[in-house]
């Protein structure tokens, strides 16, 4: 026998050959590439949270049912009842979670490196694309589960959509399918969820991929001497990748960067899914409980600055703030004309980040605490330890709590923070002048008159009260 | 014309012909719910009158749809206000700046958003918080001794 070459090796060789994989091969994995860091992992590893969202979604699909009569049951067999249906849910819902948070890692870094300095215009509008679509899908997603928090969200969207000039009621009629939420809001919500935005993200992230692998990423040396134009940058690169310190190969030196941090973040997914599991459900979607809707914790900063931003701003707000983020990101390259790449060279974008990461942490903080909203309580507000009411103060406190006095003033940080707190107050008034404001506030102070309520003992024992409650802690 | 530039017109010209026969219905097959009739009106009983007393606020809970596809969503909740003998004020639960469900507070007489701090008095004026009008109310009439409302009084997502 003299071709006696081993079966085994011409069966691999006709399976690459057959399958055209060198060039994949050669022009992917074994190319040259200047030196990466480990921070430049935030691309791969947004597609790994890309693919596990997939995958997931897959499994999910088999079992959710896309119709309000069943939607929410399925929810709950999928997480209670189904062999790691918990699991599988839990990892859609923080992978979810998470790819929000990388994705602004992603476009942060990139500002501030100045990522979209040519000739990286193309694949900086296509990232933008997918960042938008990857924000709504982070929305619809929890509208699926078809509780309270899920139809109030559409709602939080409808009335968005709404204030849009001319068309806002066709546009509601539109996105809801019909005149009130029913079957028609949920397959649309699900269509885009499953079928148009993963295909949409699918074929752009191909395409972005695609780019990145034709131009390249900012390298450190391209920080070190910008260069001023497109041509420029692609014969420095080419330099820098066939050069022996500065270059290597992109498998596997490149790449266990990239899947080291790509790891790390896999392993918080998979440590929040097995400590906290998949979010809990609040009741079936309806609109009649009382109900304290509330957005995904990806989406807290925006309801605190709703709730902070001057009243007359807040429509302007609605349509006008993803309006201008989109017009902003998508016209960045096109604005920034400086060769600088790298942070120190970039202190506008630096000031800019800081802040917005600033911004969006304190906005965060802020509403978990919620201090705007005022509530009605039926509880006596506590009284500190050794305070000593007489009998007018005594009935003053039960009116205290019978008005809701204490759903908008707290006494010692107990109670609603929407007015102040009167253990804390700058301007103290007398007994006559807090009479005349219970009676009658002020015209911009947003609190009620009581004047036809109370009958005058009733006032005076508000005001005794109120008196003492001024002398006690401001913490107790 | 030369063969060439023919052929290229033939490409670009049944390309966009089938994109144009596919694409044109499919865009207005999709656009269909946006051209609903919206100015019908649907009356629906609330309760009769003798449930409400003069001057006080009620929250009832109404069927707004015989529709099977809203489901549980058929049902809402909302306010009644008797403000004299023959005149109702009725507030759908809809806060008027985002729609979260807001509370009718006794106390204060004033109803509270959950969301934003948005905070409206018994005649359904803003108050406080970001809302930029007041409450939704529904039109209401007596017919037979019973309270009616047009549930499609009101912006659609309300």
Known sequence: ?476 | MDRRKLLTLTVAGTGCAIAGAVGVPVLINMMAPAFAESDIEDWRPVGPLTDFPVGAMQNREVVISDQKEHHKLSRRSLYVWRRSDQEFVVYSRACSDLGCPIVWDQGSEWFFCPCHGGIFDKNGERRAGPPQRGLWKYSNRIQNGVLEINVRSVPPMA
């Open chain 1, 1 to 476: 026998m003299k071709n006696d070459e081993k079966p085994k090796e011409n069966a691999v060789h006709a399976a690459i050959d057959r399958l055209a994989l060198g060039p994949i091969w050669r022009k992917f994995f074994a190319r040259r590439v200047p030196k990466a860091r480990w921070y430049y992992g935030d691309g791969a590893t947004l597609l790994l949270l890309l693919g596990i969202l997939i995958i997931t979604g897959f499994a999910l699909g088999l079992m959710y049912s896309a119709s309000p009569d069943t939607a929410y049951a399925s929810v709950v067999n999928i997480t209670h009842h189904q062999l790691m249906g918990w699991f599988v849910r839990g990892m859609h819902y923080w992978s979810a979670g998470m790819m929000v948070i990388i994705v602004l890692y992603h476009l942060f870094r990139h500002i501030l490196l100045g990522g979209y300095l040519p000739p990286r215009e193309g694949t900086w509008v296509i990232g933008v694309l997918m960042f938008f679509l990857i924000i709504i899908n982070s929305y619809i997603g929890y509208t699926l589960r078809w509780d309270e928090r899920s139809v109030y969200a559409i709602r939080v969207a409808l009335n968005i959509f709404h204030r849009v000039p001319w068309i806002g009621d066709e546009l509601v009629y539109f996105v809801q399918g019909g005149w009130t939420q029913g079957s028609p809001t949920l397959s649309r919500l699900y269509a885009v969820h499953v079928i148009f935005v993963p295909i949409l993200l699918l074929g752009l992230a191909s395409y972005h991929l695609y780019l990145v692998v034709f131009h390249g990423v900012t390298t450190i040396p391209e920080r070190l001497n910008p260069p001023e134009t497109a041509e420029e940058q692609k014969e420095l690169y080419d330099r820098l990748k066939h050069h022996e310190d500065e270059g290597e190969t992109f498998f596997p030196y490149t790449m266990v960067e990239s899947q080291i941090f790509a790891f790390v973040i896999f392993c918080v997914v998979l440590g929040l899914t097995l400590a906290l599991g998949p979010r809990e459900l609040m009741p079936e979607a309806n609109f009649t409980e009382t109900s304290f809707p509330s957005e995904e914790w990806w989406f807290h900063w925006y309801s605190a600055w709703v709730a902070y931003l001057p009243p007359w701003l807040t429509t302007w707000f609605y349509l006008g703030f993803p309006l201008l983020l989109f017009l902003f990101l998508i016209l960045v390259p096109f604005v920034d004309h400086g060769a600088n790449r790298g942070l120190r060279r970039r202190p506008l974008a630096v000031g800019m980040i800081v802040i917005t990461v600033l911004g969006l942490l304190t906005l965060t903080g802020l509403r978990l605490e919620s201090e705007w909203t005022a509530w009605p309580t039926k509880e006596l507000v506590p009284l500190p330890v050794q305070a000593q009411l007489g009998p007018d103060a005594q009935r003053g406190h039960q009116l205290f709590t019978e008005y809701s006095c204490i759903s908008c003033h707290a006494l010692g940080g107990n109670g609603g923070d929407v007015g102040p707190d009167l253990t804390s107050l700058k301007v103290r008034l007398s007994a006559d002048e807090l009479r005349d404001f219970i009676r009658q506030p002020p015209k911009h102070v947003a609190m009620p008159a009581y004047g036809e309520r109370l009958s005058s003992e009733e006032l005076n024992a508000l005001v005794d009260f109120v008196l003492v409650a001024q002398t006690f802690p401001q913490k107790y």
